[in-house]
Every structure is written in structure tokens, then in C-alpha cells.
């Protein structure tokens, strides 16, 4: 079966840190191209970042409010795929997704809170 | 970025209804255009890919049509469990960029 699995969330202060993961399992993971999509609370998708394969360099690209703050990094041994956020804000507040995009597959999100 | 505007924001139907909800791209993103529902507190689900590609599992009341930078989703017959939020996504390009949904209630 297909799946992703998030971990990591919870609730920090504006400016602190957290390190979300995503372990992935049923497909090949080392040729996926990785995407993290967050939700705030009552509103629509929005894709934060993207991570490439080995093979195309590991490359990363990340959305505008979160570039400079946020990195992606993957681990091919452990099929599992992190988001390290810095300098957070209230706005970051939001479900965050793993997501496969060639599959269509999602983890069920796991919950930030950047509150003071 | 690619934009992607999507209508309409909410629509009211019954049961058996016909729906089309549609997505214009500002500029043209190929087939790279999926479709997803998503149902409150559950992570979306894929129901359409490359434009019009049923997802494995997905009824066949669902599909998807379009080129260029217009694309639908049309439910044939709605059912009961229908009754979701669905969303566009195009990954032709980084950022990929959702539509802002449209939310389909029961009228």
C-alpha cells in the first residue's frame, strides 16, 4: 500500500523552530520528486516546497513566503523526507501535507501552531 | 507564478444534479492539470490526472476535459458523499498553484 506519514508537528513560538518528516512507503521513493503542502485553518492549499531526486541533484524550490525560512532535505535510506522550518510566524499556522504528486498521494497532515 | 482561478468559489445542488466546476490557468500548463476532492479534516484525494485521466478507484461519474488554460470538472450524477470541497492543482510549474476551491453543499 501507498503511503505517507507525517510527524513533527505541534505548538512553538513566532521564531522558533520545528522539523516536520515524512516517511513514505509502497512506492519507489528514491526516483520521487517530494512535495510539502500546507493548509491554514479554514482556508485553501498552498503548495510550500518541492525536493527532486538524487538523480536530478536533490534540487529544492520553495514558495515565496516561506523561502529563506524553510528547507527541504530527504533521506533515500530511511524513504523519509523532512521540512525544517525557522523563524516562524503566526502565519505559518496551518496543516501541513507530504505529498507524491505523479501518485496523487497525501499524508493525512500534521498540525502547526505558531502562537505566543 | 501561475494563477489558477477557479469557479465557482461555492455551489448549491441536489442529488442526481450535473455539476461543472471550471479552472483557467493564466497561461498555458499542457495537461499538467489534476483535480481533488477534499472532505473537512481528511487530506484531499486525487480524482483526476494529466486533465482527464480517471483515478484508480474514482467513479466514473467524475471527469475532467479541457486544454490549453481552461479545464472542468464535471459530476455526472451527484451523489451524497459528493458533498465536498474540490480543488485544481497545476504542477507544470514550480510553485505549483491550487485553485481557491469550490465548495459544493446540498441545496
Known amino acids: 500500500e501507498v503511503q505517507l506519514v507525517e510527524s513533527g508537528g505541534g505548538l512553538v513560538k513566532p521564531g522558533g523552530s520545528l522539523r516536520l518528516s515524512c516517511a513514505a512507503s509502497?512506492?519507489?521513493?528514491?526516483?520521487?520528486?517530494m512535495t510539502w503542502v500546507r493548509q491554514a485553518p479554514g482556508e485553501g492549499l498552498q503548495c510550500v516546497g518541492r525536493i527532486k531526486s538524487k538523480t536530478e541533484g536533490e534540487t529544492t524550490d520553495y514558495a515565496a513566503p516561506v523561502k529563506g525560512r524553510f528547507t527541504i532535505s530527504r533521506d533515500d535510506s530511511e524513504k523519509t523526507v523532512h521540512l525544517q522550518m525557522n523563524s516562524l510566524k503566526t502565519e505559518d499556522t496551518a496543516v501541513y501535507f507530504c505529498?507524491?504528486?505523479?501518485?496523487?498521494?497525501w499524508g493525512k497532515g500534521t498540525t502547526v501552531t505558531v502562537s505566543s | 507564478d501561475i494563477q489558477m482561478t477557479q469557479s465557482p468559489s461555492s455551489l448549491s445542488a441536489s442529488v442526481g444534479d450535473r455539476v461543472t466546476i471550471t479552472c483557467r490557468a493564466s497561461?498555458?500548463?499542457?495537461?499538467?492539470l489534476q483535480w481533488y476532492q477534499q472532505k473537512p479534516g481528511k487530506a484531499p484525494e486525487r480524482l483526476i490526472y494529466?486533465?482527464?485521466s480517471l483515478q484508480s478507484g474514482v467513479p466514473s461519474r467524475f471527469s475532467g476535459s479541457g486544454s490549453g488554460t481552461e479545464f472542468t470538472l464535471t459530476i455526472s450524477s451527484l451523489q451524497p458523499e459528493d458533498f465536498a470541497t474540490y480543488y485544481c492543482?497545476?504542477?507544470?510549474?514550480?510553485?505549483?498553484?491550487f485553485g481557491q476551491g469550490t465548495k459544493l453543499e446540498i441545496k
Open positions: 492543482l497545476q504542477h507544470n510549474s514550480f510553485p505549483y498553484t
Open positions: 494529466a486533465v482527464s
Open positions: 509502497g512506492f519507489s521513493f528514491s526516483g520521487a520528486w
Open positions: 497561461q498555458g500548463i499542457r495537461n499538467d
Open positions: 505529498h507524491f504528486n505523479h501518485m496523487g498521494v
